[in-house]
Structures are given as C-alpha cells and as structure tokens.
C-alpha cells in the first residue's frame, strides 16, 4: 500500500483522491432507480440492502441489471482514473474509498450496500484477467448454490489470490484482499442465515 505519511506535496493528491472516490461511491443507484420506477424505498423491501440483489427482489430483472452496471461502472471509473492520474499508488488507494463508500454512505447515514458489483468494477480497473477468473467463480458457485452472497463472497476471496498467482503485486493484493474483507463482513447477516440453512436462493423471494 503506498506510503500515506511522506511529503505533503506527495500525500495530499492521495488524500483527495481518497475523498472523491469515497463520494463516488456514496451514489446509492439502487436506492435512487428503484425510487424513480416507482417502487419505493428499497431499503424498507426484502434484506433492506441498496445493492442489486435487493433490487432484483422488486422483480424487475431489468432494473436489477442496471444497478450492478452502475454500481460496477463506478468502481471501474474511480479505479482506472485514478491510476491514469497517479499510478498504482493512487489505484490502490481509490479501489478501497470507492468501496468503502458504497458500503457506508454519508448520505444514508453508513447504510449502503454490500460491495460485491462495485468491488468486481474496482477489479476490472486494477487488471482485467484477474477480473476474468473472479466472474468465473461467481458463475460457478452461483451454479452449484444458486445463493448470491455465497457466490459474491467467494469471488471476492478469489480475488487478491487471483491477483497474486497473475500478477505478483503486493500493493494490489492488500487493496483487493482488504475489499475481500470487508465484503465478508458486511454479509453478517447472510453468513448468520446460511447456517441456519435460511438464506434464500436466486429466483425466490425473502431477506
């Protein structure tokens, strides 16, 4: 991870950086589409969760699809941009605010989502094979189980191992491994639900 303590002139792009891709992230594209279709406060529906997998319990497939590009679009966008303006360095650091922002939104109050979509747009930005591999997982997985945050959990695992064996980038597996982190994290309640064998599957309604 790049060095946050160094030269003022070195550290304050970083910073600003940091704080641009965090109110990027903070968009909360499930919230305000399922708003605009006339469906309400998505976060008063199924696990309460503005992300697409909610979204999609609206039962508009369409809709849903939308959400995860707009929410992947902004993790690519903050991450690509970043390193075309600064390097590696600020990519890293851009792919965590990013991320961090759509989980813990200022605007609703630290509620958002759980960062699946935005973290595999963040992994498109940082380098597109290992991208490959991690969608590769979530379709597998997603065929075995048919449970989305079993799936989306398990290719955000597979992501800074997948970013080690391609590209041997210590900065870049710390960014992606600390995303995996959080991601598990935030599907504390789908992890409780999975051991009581409760949580619902694609294509059935429930929390």
């Known amino acids: 991870m790049p060095d946050l303590m160094g030269g003022f002139e070195y550290t304050w792009p970083i910073y600003l950086t940091a704080v641009v891709c965090y109110l990027m992230g903070s968009v909360p594209w499930g919230l305000l589409l399922t708003a605009m279709a006339g469906y309400g406060d998505i976060r008063k529906q199924g696990s309460g969760s503005i992300g697409a997998t909610n979204v999609l319990r609206t039962g508009n497939k369409m809709l849903a699809a939308v959400t995860v590009l707009l929410d992947a679009g902004k993790g690519w966008a903050a991450t690509f941009f970043a390193w075309q303006v600064g390097g ?3 990519a890293v650091v851009a792919a965590v605010a990013v991320v961090l922002g759509h989980m813990f939104p200022v605007w609703l109050k630290f509620r958002g989502g759980k960062g699946v979509a935005t973290g595999a ?3 498109l930005g940082l380098a597109w094979l290992p991208f490959l591999i991690c969608c590769g997982v979530w379709l597998l997985v997603v065929l075995l189980t048919r449970i989305s945050s079993v799936a989306g959990m398990a290719s ?16 870049y597996v710390q960014a992606t491994g600390l995303i995996a982190i959080l991601i598990v994290l935030r599907h504390h309640a789908n992890i409780a639900r999975l051991l009581k064998g409760q949580e619902p599957r694609i294509g059935r309604k429930g929390p």
Do not use: E, K
């Not at 695992?157 to 900065?171: C, E, G, R, S, T």
């Open 88 to 90: 590696p360095d600020f």
């Open 121 to 123: 747009g963040v992994l």
């Open 156 to 171: 955000a695992v597979a992501a800074p191992i997948a970013m080690w064996f391609v590209l041997h980038d210590m900065q």
